[in-house]
């Protein structure tokens, strides 16, 4: 049965606040769409509505206060709001417990909440990652504890996100989306949804485990990608070469729907889906007797990284003639990407301990972090600014380069003498390293 059939402008609500909730319900609210925002966190609720974001996405803040002060943006901790609502969007969080099976609890609770809510003719659809098979043997009995049958007296669909920290918005209005349903129904509404509301495409799968494959697919991709790059950068400093000179030529034949792409090696890989997703991959795969080789091997590498590169700051300075014990360390960017504040996962959090237990002494600084998460997540207050963190410091390990730092005048930092520049995800140019080089400082980057 077709439930969105005829409608010009549904109502939303958005099950789930954490940053893909709020993106979303952001840029649908800047549609024209009618949004409502229900999360449990009461301290979050009281932040919206008060007008402040938390997450450091670009033009998020500002697209959170134009839909609150049009109307078409609520924030609520009541769950009950969702029976005017005609499509209720689930964005809750779904990590993993350690050994790779997913910690359902939140979903859990969020789809047992929604049962004492949902109405006849809605549509429900799921975008938090999950292994495939969760959307009908977990979501779609929780449900239908209400007395509603899915697929009769309202739709279920499975529609992945597949956003990045950074770039978010701008994903949400170009990305195609990708829908699975319980029946055919279901997936043709919520096809029509996101064609109508975002102006998408959208890749219509025939099953809801299609659809829940593709993105555990594509961060599987991701993360294993990188451990390639990560490798390729440790394989090309036994001779010398510059592992982003290999990429970029290794890059530039032609291959399946486009070019070769390694990504590049980086200090690690962090945030809340590409730590996890291989792991609910393996584990999905062992449950029915498949053993997956490949998605571990990548966390293994991945997870490798941090230490990884403590240890190149440490072997250089030594080369210098620095005693690591006694050397000052200034570590700029905590955060697990460029230009976000997301500290989920964070790789830097173990590049920290390592310089810790090698060096002396180990500053941190990143203004784009939650100055409170970041100071409980290290155990240490943040330098009130760049200029401290750096002061006399033997080595600078640049781990995100936010646009903040990309203006730097390294010429003016109160450093001392023979300072490294560790680059942890910076990839400065040629040009950039000569111009460092030419104010005193050493350079040292993965793979470089």
Known sequence: MRFLSGLQEPKVAVIGLGYVGSCVAAALADRGLEVVGVDTNTRLIDELNNGYCRFAE?????????????????????????????????????????????????????????????RRGQLIVLKSTVP????????????????????????????????????????????????????????QDAAEFWRDALDVEV?????????????????????????LGNELAKFSALYGVDALDVIRAANSIPKGNGNVNILLPSVGVG???????????????????????????????????????AQLAVDQMTKLGKDPATAKVAVLGLAFKNNTGDLRATPTLDAVAAL??????????????????????????????????????????????????????????????????????????REKIAELRSYGYHYRGIGR
């Open 271 to 309: 945030g809340s889906c590409l730590t996890k997703d291989p792991w609910m991959v393996w584990y999905s795969a062992r449950e029915r007797g498949l053993e997956i080789l490949t998605a571990p091997a990548g966390r293994d590498v991945n997870a490798s990284m941090p230490e990884y590169t």
């Open 58 to 118: 670009h033009g998020l803040p500002e697209l959170i206060e134009s839909g609150m002060a049009s109307g078409k943006l609520r924030a609520t901790t009541d769950a009950a709001t969702v029976r005017d609502a005609d499509v209720v969007l689930v964005t809750v969080g779904t990590p993993v417990r350690e050994d790779g099976s997913l910690a359902d609890e939140q979903l859990g609770g969020a789809c047992f909440e929604l049962s004492k809510h949902i």
């Open 356 to 429: 810790e237990r090698a060096c002396g002494q180990v500053r941190i600084y990143d203004p784009l972090v939650d100055v409170e998460e970041a100071a409980e997540l290290f155990g240490k207050p943040q330098a009130a600014s760049l200029h401290e963190a750096v002061h006399d410091a033997d080595c600078i390990a640049i781990l995100a380069l936010h646009r903040e730092f990309a203006d730097v005048e390294f010429a003016d930092l109160p450093v001392a003498d023979d300072c490294l520049v560790l680059d942890g995800r910076a990839y400065y140019s």
């Open 203 to 227: 890749i219509p799968l025939d099953t809801l485990e299609a659809a829940e494959i593709v993105k555990l697919a594509d961060n599987w991709w991701i993360d294993l990608n990188i451990a």
């Open 132 to 187: 495939p098979g969760t959307t009908r043997g977990i979501v779609l009995p929780l449900l239908q504890r209400g007395g509603l049958v899915g697929g009769r007296d309202f739709g279920l669909a499975f529609t992945p996100e597949r956003l990045a920290e950074g770039t978010a918005l701008a994903e949400l209005r170009s990305f195609p989306i990708v829908a699975g349903g319980l029946d055919d129904d279901s997936a």
